[in-house]
């Protein structure tokens, strides 16, 4: 490529127009455009001709075709040094088109604008779409600009630089790209993949708020939503945090869920008396909270939460006499969702990080007992094994730091989202002599880290609690196990965290 001979430019956003008028009479270009653009450049001085001189068809339908014609495309398409090409543009008297000035009607602006589906269906570019690409495609022979910061590229005389006209057609199919995915989402209220619902606020009330997921992932949008009123940005979350600590029970286990996380976790041999147990272990927290449980729920667990303030319910099936009672709390959210009875189990786990997004697999407790380490005391009976390994998965689930205390398969006290470990230990403590001072049965606790300190020992001794379950890992580990023996709490290490944060 020597020089630029012709351009076509047809574009919605006018800036740097001036760069390109000096350029093209500086250089005395032959300029082709359209409507609007033909009347900038002819303002700014630039001696231009109309696309439909070329084409020898005017604009019509408001200018929805104007661009969509053979003398254009054939202009864009012919390859250099291409005999056929060159032929037939002189059969039909076309010169070749050196360069392509196009950028898209403001669809993505104009989306958020509030404008009705005929009204914005209107700002869809077809004609500029297919010149961009025609355009690119030619890069081996033809400068395509879409960015109005690129015009200065033909003053420098960059563009004869043929990485640098496909890295030009790079940008440009990129930017083709997103504006269609755009229009994808806007038609089908989705995003690819990712299908999106508008939520009545966020977090606060004067937050806006979406709902985006993934048709192709197992998720709580895949729930029947049986009852109540729509599901809220904080439903949705407290929804999440308890069906995936249920993931980590196979027994009938039911989650109590409040503000992110679980403020009650029961199993047993039956739904109905995991549910009791669940809403026992911290009754004062679980007002206003989540429940979701991994079997049916039946009449004797309805009978049990229609009395209650819960904002959500959410079982893999509901029993038609459990329907009817809860249809008694018409703003009670009922969900249905199988796949709780067949082990729901999360993949992946993002996080929003300023600027963009972290993602990581899933957290999820592989083991059990008879993997773990004895470091400290006595061999724990079948039950208090039971127990252990109980707490162990209930405080994985918990925000970091976090402590766990637990009996046999039911939550005590559970301290989470604390700064310092003391203060989980110390809030988890509190709790269970609250809720449970007469508990009869094994106590134990679990700590999701390693205790940097045998200070956390000592009050965990000074409660009674005998069993203790952590990662092991600290510096410190030598003098935690020390205080641990000197002070007749059995204690195992795991070998392995679990953060949530």
């Not at 355009?135 to 003053?155: C, H, M, N, Q």
């Not at 989402?185 to 709902?211: F, T």
């Not at 939503?225 to 945090?241: H, P, R, W």
Request: aromatic content about 8%; hydrophobic content about 40%; charged content about 25%.
């Amino acid at each position: 490529m020597k020089k630029i001979k012709t351009a076509l430019v047809s574009v919605s956003n006018k800036k740097n127009l001036d760069v390109l008028a000096k350029y093209f009479k500086s250089e005395n270009v032959k300029v082709f455009s359209t409507g609007g653009t033909y009347k900038a450049l002819e303002d700014l001085g630039v001696s231009v001709a109309k696309v439909s001189e070329r084409t020898g068809f005017p604009e019509v339908m408001d200018g929805r075709v104007k661009t969509l014609h053979p003398k254009i495309h054939m202009g864009l398409l012919a390859r250099a040094d291409h005999p056929e090409d060159a032929a037939v543009l002189e059969s039909h008297d076309i010169e070749p088109f050196d360069l392509l000035v196009v950028n898209l009607y403001p669809f993505i602006e104009k989306k958020s604008s509030g404008l009705s589906d005929d009204e914005l269906v209107e700002f869809v570019d077809v004609g500029g779409p297919s010149m961009i690409r025609a355009g690119a495609k030619s890069f081996s022979r033809l400068v395509t600009l879409i960015d109005p910061e690129d015009y200065s590229l033909l003053e420098s005389g960059d563009f004869l630089d043929l990485e640098v006209r496909r890295m030009l057609a790079g940008k440009a199919f990129k930017h083709i790209c997103e504006y269609d995915q755009e229009v994808y989402s806007w038609l089908l209220k989705s995003d690819g993949d990712k299908k999106s619902k508008e939520l009545r606020y966020g977090e606060n009330p004067h937050q806006k708020a979406k709902w985006t997921f993934d048709i192709q992932m197992p998720g709580v949008h895949q729930a029947s939503i049986l009852q109540g009123k729509e599901l809220s940005f904080n439903n949705l979350v407290d929804v999440t945090a308890a069906v995936e600590s249920l993931a980590l029970f196979e027994r009938p286990t039911v989650v109590s869920v409040k503000h992110n996380n679980p403020c009650g976790i029961g199993s047993g041999k039956t739904i109905d008396e995991a549910l009791k147990v669940s809403l026992k272990a911290d009754p004062m927290s679980v007002f206003g909270g989540v429940v979701a449980m991994n079997k049916t729920l039946s009449l004797e667990c309805a009978k049990n939460i229609v009395d209650l303030f819960l904002e959500c319910v959410i079982a893999p099936e509901i029993s038609s006499e459990a329907k009817k009672v809860l249809s008694a709390k018409k703003n009670l959210r009922v969900l249905e969702w199988k796949a709780l009875d067949n082990g729901f189990r999360p993949f992946e786990d993002f996080k929003r990080v300023s600027g963009g997004q972290v993602t990581q697999v899933a957290d999820f407790v592989e083991s059990s007992f008879d993997s773990w380490i004895k470091m400290s005391g006595d061999d724990p009976d079948e039950k208090t094994k039971e127990a252990l390994e109980f707490s162990w998965r209930t405080v994985a689930r918990l925000k970091s730091n976090a402590i766990s205390v637990c009996g046999f398969n039911q939550s005590l006290g559970l301290g989470m989202g604390q700064v310092n470990r003391v203060d989980a230990v110390e809030s988890a403590l509190r709790r269970w002599k609250t809720f449970h001072p007469t508990y009869e049965g094994p106590v134990v606790l679990a700590s999701d880290a390693f205790f940097p300190f045998p200070d956390s020992i000592e009050l965990i001794a000074k409660a009674g609690i005998k069993w203790v379950v952590q990662p092991g890992g600290s510096i410190k580990d030598k003098d935690v196990v020390s205080k641990a023996e000197e002070l007749g709490v059995s204690m195992f290490f795991t070998g392995k965290r679990h953060f949530l944060h």
